[in-house]
Protein backbone atom coordinates (compact mmCIF):
# COMPACT_ATOMS: atom_id res chain seq x y z
CA UNK A 1 0.00 0.00 0.00
CA UNK A 2 1.28 3.77 -0.08
CA UNK A 3 3.32 4.91 2.28
CA UNK A 4 5.69 7.59 3.59
CA UNK A 5 9.16 7.69 5.62
CA UNK A 6 10.18 10.38 7.43
CA UNK A 7 13.66 10.73 9.01
CA UNK A 8 13.84 10.17 12.59
CA UNK A 9 14.14 12.79 15.41
CA UNK A 10 14.42 14.65 17.22
CA UNK A 11 16.34 17.00 15.03
CA UNK A 12 18.08 19.30 17.75
CA UNK A 13 19.18 22.85 15.93
CA UNK A 14 20.08 26.20 17.11
CA UNK A 15 18.12 29.48 16.02
CA UNK A 16 18.73 30.57 12.49
CA UNK A 17 20.27 27.50 11.62
CA UNK A 18 19.41 25.28 7.98
CA UNK A 19 16.73 22.73 8.53
CA UNK A 20 16.43 19.70 6.55
CA UNK A 21 13.37 17.04 7.31
CA UNK A 22 13.88 13.98 4.88
CA UNK A 23 10.53 12.50 3.66
CA UNK A 24 10.06 9.61 0.90
CA UNK A 25 7.30 7.72 -0.07
CA UNK A 26 6.13 4.74 -1.94
CA UNK A 27 2.54 5.17 -4.17
CA UNK A 28 0.97 4.32 -6.85
CA UNK A 29 1.04 7.22 -9.58
CA UNK A 30 1.83 10.48 -8.30
CA UNK A 31 -0.33 11.16 -5.47
CA UNK A 32 -0.65 14.89 -3.64
CA UNK A 33 1.66 15.39 -1.17
CA UNK A 34 1.78 17.47 2.51
CA UNK A 35 3.57 18.65 5.39
CA UNK A 36 1.72 19.01 8.39
CA UNK A 37 2.55 20.76 11.47
CA UNK A 38 1.61 19.86 15.39
CA UNK A 39 2.34 23.16 17.65
CA UNK A 40 2.62 22.31 21.66
CA UNK A 41 -0.88 22.09 22.86
CA UNK A 42 -2.05 22.16 19.41
CA UNK A 43 -4.05 19.90 16.25
CA UNK A 44 -2.38 19.18 13.23
CA UNK A 45 -2.36 21.99 10.38
CA UNK A 46 -1.40 22.42 7.19
CA UNK A 47 2.00 23.86 6.47
CA UNK A 48 2.07 23.37 2.72
CA UNK A 49 1.68 21.30 -0.02
CA UNK A 50 2.39 20.13 -4.04
CA UNK A 51 -0.30 18.14 -6.36
CA UNK A 52 2.12 17.14 -9.46
CA UNK A 53 5.93 16.36 -9.61
CA UNK A 54 8.13 19.60 -9.69
CA UNK A 55 5.74 21.84 -7.49
CA UNK A 56 7.44 23.38 -4.50
CA UNK A 57 4.79 24.08 -1.74
CA UNK A 58 5.90 27.39 0.07
CA UNK A 59 4.44 28.93 3.46
CA UNK A 60 5.94 30.35 6.89
CA UNK A 61 9.69 30.00 5.22
CA UNK A 62 9.50 26.66 4.33
CA UNK A 63 9.70 24.83 1.07
CA UNK A 64 9.46 21.26 0.05
CA UNK A 65 9.97 20.49 -3.60
CA UNK A 66 7.57 17.32 -5.19
CA UNK A 67 10.69 14.84 -6.83
CA UNK A 68 9.15 11.66 -8.39
CA UNK A 69 12.45 10.91 -9.48
CA UNK A 70 13.78 10.06 -5.85
CA UNK A 71 10.01 9.96 -5.02
CA UNK A 72 10.35 12.35 -2.14
CA UNK A 73 9.46 15.40 -0.46
CA UNK A 74 11.80 16.96 2.19
CA UNK A 75 11.01 20.36 4.16
CA UNK A 76 13.59 22.97 4.27
CA UNK A 77 13.91 26.45 5.96
CA UNK A 78 16.47 28.84 5.63
CA UNK A 79 16.90 29.97 9.42
CA UNK A 80 14.74 28.23 12.00
CA UNK A 81 13.35 30.20 14.98
CA UNK A 82 12.78 29.20 18.42
CA UNK A 83 8.65 29.29 17.43
CA UNK A 84 9.36 26.66 14.86
CA UNK A 85 9.78 23.82 17.33
CA UNK A 86 6.77 21.29 17.02
CA UNK A 87 6.62 18.05 15.17
CA UNK A 88 6.09 17.95 11.37
CA UNK A 89 4.46 14.91 9.70
CA UNK A 90 4.87 14.18 6.00
CA UNK A 91 1.61 12.56 4.55
CA UNK A 92 0.12 12.00 1.15
CA UNK A 93 -3.47 11.58 -0.45
CA UNK A 94 -4.51 8.04 -0.95
CA UNK A 95 -8.17 8.37 -2.55
CA UNK A 96 -10.03 10.15 -0.19
CA UNK A 97 -7.69 9.84 3.20
CA UNK A 98 -4.54 11.06 3.95
CA UNK A 99 -1.52 8.29 5.18
CA UNK A 100 0.69 10.12 7.08
CA UNK A 101 4.44 9.85 8.79
CA UNK A 102 5.55 8.97 12.14
CA UNK A 103 6.68 12.48 12.45
CA UNK A 104 9.91 14.50 13.17
CA UNK A 105 10.39 16.28 16.17
CA UNK A 106 11.97 19.41 15.88
CA UNK A 107 13.23 21.50 18.88
CA UNK A 108 15.52 25.13 17.96
CA UNK A 109 17.42 26.33 21.02
CA UNK A 110 18.27 30.03 21.12
CA UNK B 1 -16.96 27.40 17.05
CA UNK B 2 -14.15 28.08 14.73
CA UNK B 3 -12.33 24.88 14.85
CA UNK B 4 -13.12 21.07 14.93
CA UNK B 5 -13.88 20.64 18.70
CA UNK B 6 -13.55 17.18 20.37
CA UNK B 7 -14.58 15.81 23.95
CA UNK B 8 -13.61 14.87 26.49
CA UNK B 9 -10.27 16.28 26.23
CA UNK B 10 -8.49 13.19 28.59
CA UNK B 11 -10.69 9.94 29.52
CA UNK B 12 -9.46 7.04 31.64
CA UNK B 13 -11.19 3.59 31.27
CA UNK B 14 -10.67 0.70 32.94
CA UNK B 15 -9.89 -2.39 31.04
CA UNK B 16 -13.57 -3.53 29.78
CA UNK B 17 -15.53 -0.50 29.82
CA UNK B 18 -17.00 1.72 26.89
CA UNK B 19 -16.24 4.67 26.11
CA UNK B 20 -17.41 7.43 23.59
CA UNK B 21 -15.53 10.42 21.99
CA UNK B 22 -17.15 13.24 20.72
CA UNK B 23 -16.35 15.85 17.52
CA UNK B 24 -18.05 18.92 16.71
CA UNK B 25 -16.85 19.47 12.95
CA UNK B 26 -16.27 22.72 11.59
CA UNK B 27 -19.57 24.38 10.30
CA UNK B 28 -20.32 23.76 6.63
CA UNK B 29 -17.91 20.80 6.94
CA UNK B 30 -18.91 17.64 4.59
CA UNK B 31 -16.27 15.30 5.35
CA UNK B 32 -15.11 14.04 8.46
CA UNK B 33 -12.69 11.89 9.73
CA UNK B 34 -11.14 9.86 13.01
CA UNK B 35 -7.74 8.97 12.95
CA UNK B 36 -5.89 7.28 15.94
CA UNK B 37 -2.42 7.93 17.20
CA UNK B 38 0.03 6.37 19.07
CA UNK B 39 2.54 7.32 21.19
CA UNK B 40 5.33 8.35 18.66
CA UNK B 41 3.54 7.78 15.74
CA UNK B 42 1.65 9.36 13.37
CA UNK B 43 -2.11 9.35 12.97
CA UNK B 44 -3.40 5.92 11.70
CA UNK B 45 -6.75 5.97 9.38
CA UNK B 46 -10.17 4.87 11.17
CA UNK B 47 -12.79 5.60 9.49
CA UNK B 48 -14.45 8.79 6.72
CA UNK B 49 -17.93 9.93 6.56
CA UNK B 50 -18.98 12.39 3.82
CA UNK B 51 -22.06 14.16 5.20
CA UNK B 52 -24.00 11.55 7.59
CA UNK B 53 -22.58 8.03 5.12
CA UNK B 54 -20.33 6.03 6.33
CA UNK B 55 -18.00 5.60 2.56
CA UNK B 56 -14.91 4.18 4.75
CA UNK B 57 -14.59 2.09 7.99
CA UNK B 58 -11.40 0.08 6.51
CA UNK B 59 -9.02 1.32 9.46
CA UNK B 60 -11.32 0.77 12.45
CA UNK B 61 -8.96 -2.05 14.01
CA UNK B 62 -11.86 -4.35 15.37
CA UNK B 63 -15.48 -4.89 15.69
CA UNK B 64 -15.27 -3.08 19.04
CA UNK B 65 -14.96 0.32 17.28
CA UNK B 66 -17.84 2.11 15.92
CA UNK B 67 -18.67 5.42 14.52
CA UNK B 68 -21.73 7.19 13.38
CA UNK B 69 -22.45 10.51 12.24
CA UNK B 70 -26.17 10.23 12.46
CA UNK B 71 -27.03 14.08 11.05
CA UNK B 72 -24.32 14.99 8.81
CA UNK B 73 -22.88 17.33 11.72
CA UNK B 74 -21.55 16.38 15.08
CA UNK B 75 -19.90 12.39 15.13
CA UNK B 76 -19.19 9.69 18.04
CA UNK B 77 -16.45 7.30 18.03
CA UNK B 78 -17.05 4.24 20.48
CA UNK B 79 -15.05 1.64 22.10
CA UNK B 80 -16.56 -1.27 23.26
CA UNK B 81 -14.84 -3.27 26.30
CA UNK B 82 -11.97 -1.16 26.01
CA UNK B 83 -8.16 -3.13 25.80
CA UNK B 84 -4.58 -1.65 26.85
CA UNK B 85 -3.83 -1.68 23.40
CA UNK B 86 -6.74 1.15 22.46
CA UNK B 87 -4.65 4.03 24.69
CA UNK B 88 -3.96 6.82 22.18
CA UNK B 89 -5.40 10.03 21.22
CA UNK B 90 -8.01 10.05 18.68
CA UNK B 91 -8.28 12.89 16.57
CA UNK B 92 -11.07 14.19 14.28
CA UNK B 93 -10.59 15.97 11.35
CA UNK B 94 -12.66 17.74 8.84
CA UNK B 95 -12.90 18.93 5.57
CA UNK B 96 -14.96 21.68 3.32
CA UNK B 97 -15.22 19.33 0.53
CA UNK B 98 -14.44 16.45 -1.05
CA UNK B 99 -11.04 14.93 0.12
CA UNK B 100 -10.38 13.81 -3.45
CA UNK B 101 -10.69 17.44 -4.38
CA UNK B 102 -9.51 19.68 -1.89
CA UNK B 103 -6.82 17.33 0.32
CA UNK B 104 -6.81 19.93 3.43
CA UNK B 105 -8.06 18.55 7.00
CA UNK B 106 -9.04 20.93 9.51
CA UNK B 107 -8.14 18.90 12.95
CA UNK B 108 -9.07 18.83 16.48
CA UNK B 109 -6.89 18.68 19.45
CA UNK B 110 -7.73 15.42 20.08
CA UNK B 111 -8.99 12.95 22.80
CA UNK B 112 -6.10 11.49 24.67
CA UNK B 113 -7.70 7.41 26.26
CA UNK B 114 -5.74 5.89 28.84
CA UNK B 115 -7.57 2.56 29.31
CA UNK B 116 -6.03 0.71 32.95
Known amino acids: GNSVTQMEGPVTLSEEAFLTINCTYT??????LFWYVQYPGEGLQLLLK?????DKGSNKGFEATYRKETTSFHLEKGSVQVSDSAVYFC?????????FGTGTRLLVSP | GAGVSQSPRYKVAKRGQDVALRCDPI?????LFWYQQALGQGPEFLTY????????KSGLPSDRFFAERPEGSVSTLKIQRTQQEDSAVYLC??????????????FGEGSRLTVL
Open chain 2, 27 to 31: SGHVS
Open chain 2, 93 to 106: ASSFGDMRVTGELF
Open chain 1, 91 to 99: ALKDFQKLV
Open chain 1, 27 to 32: ATGYPS
Open chain 2, 49 to 56: FQNEAQLD
Open chain 1, 50 to 54: ATKAD
